[in-house]
DNA sequence: CGAACGAGTCAACAGGGTGTCGAGTCACGG
DNA sequence: CCGTGACTCGACACCCTGTTGACTCGTTCG
């Protein structure tokens, strides 16, 4: 099917389409992959479906990606590298009261995972049994606690937050109920919040935490 | 092998020792089962592996247990019947202190797991991919949610704690905190606070977010 | 032009896992 | 001794993963 597309992509630009077809395929294969992971969860999608899934055979696959993990690796990037972001923004934008620089960085937190429901779920499923996956998420929830711990360390030092357990341990605390929290509300299985109580629950204990009775 | 034991057990009892020799091949896989679980992952352990480890063949397995997560749901169903056991005892506990019973609730939850390391790695792992295990302790959850709330409730009514949040939602995101910190203490991927210390840090974010800044 | 090359492609295979079927063995109770 | 029910396993059907080797087809270079 579709064998009349003849590399027409990008050819005003001329000279050379060195894997035009090949760079077409690999984002397919992406595209599949999220595409499926709507409508079931990852460990009842098969190599195979992907590659049918981007008219190509299953050796071919094997070409692009060295595994099917591999697929959900490429795609976690790009949420991480989007979330890093979100992240930097948020940390870096001024903050007139503490509890709004808390509760904006909880929203985007949430956000970003909520505007990814279906791999944010993967991600999880994956967990349990790549050690890559593991790795990366352990990365990013790293990233997340320092930033967070700094925080903490900073309130205490000017006198905003009494002292407490170890900022570290707290943030670690803190961020783990975070995951937690938002992954259950996303995959919707066992007790979970309501979407929209989400934040506003999480800011409380987050503010109760740092800060004993809360500012404001 | 150990071929020439031929039931010589609860021989003085006589009358039909029907099933005697089942009883113990399923105890034995079971036993193999939590036996392998220390040394590797559910993932890379086999219906074959759990067979061999009991003395049978892979098909003699079906027998006993329909699938390998059958074994460990049974597994579980143990663990789950000791939580509850240790959590009523906690809950019905006389309670001197609320920070006293929020900090004996919280080790005895802690300690049941730590004290089965190897099955709570094993159950969050299955859990990613097996409805029934999702289900299982979506109902472990559920009752500790409900006891939590229940006593936040009440220590609101008696004026002890303020109001705040929905007591459901903050006793989920609480527990949710306690799973998730929990098992990445146990599983040792990511980071993760010392063991020590696991329920010092949840106990004083356990009081923070119930009574704002604490009692005592 | 034609050989050489490299990207891209897949049928066929090897290997390992799951779950099932049917044909047994064996100890009792009638 | 003959059934019956507990118990056992060799062999099979299937599904999935990952690899191999041959093949196509543009491009590039002598």
Known sequence: MSEGARLPTAAGRGRRPAR???DDRELLILETAERLLEERPLGAISVDDLARGAGISRPT?????????AVLLTLLDRVVAEADATMTAVFDGSVTAPREGWQ?????????????RALTVAWAEARATNAEVRALWAEVFERWVQRCATVIEAERARGAAPPGPAARDLAI???????RVISASLSGDGPAIAPDDVVPVMLRVWLNAVYGTPPD
């Open 104 to 116: 904006r960085a909880l929203a985007a937190y949430h956000g970003t995972f909520r505007d990814h």
């Open 61 to 69: 696959f094997y070409f692009y990606f060295p595994s099917k993990d």
């Open 20 to 22: 035009a077809r090949g």
């Open 173 to 179: 605390a803190l961020t783990s109920m975070n995951e």
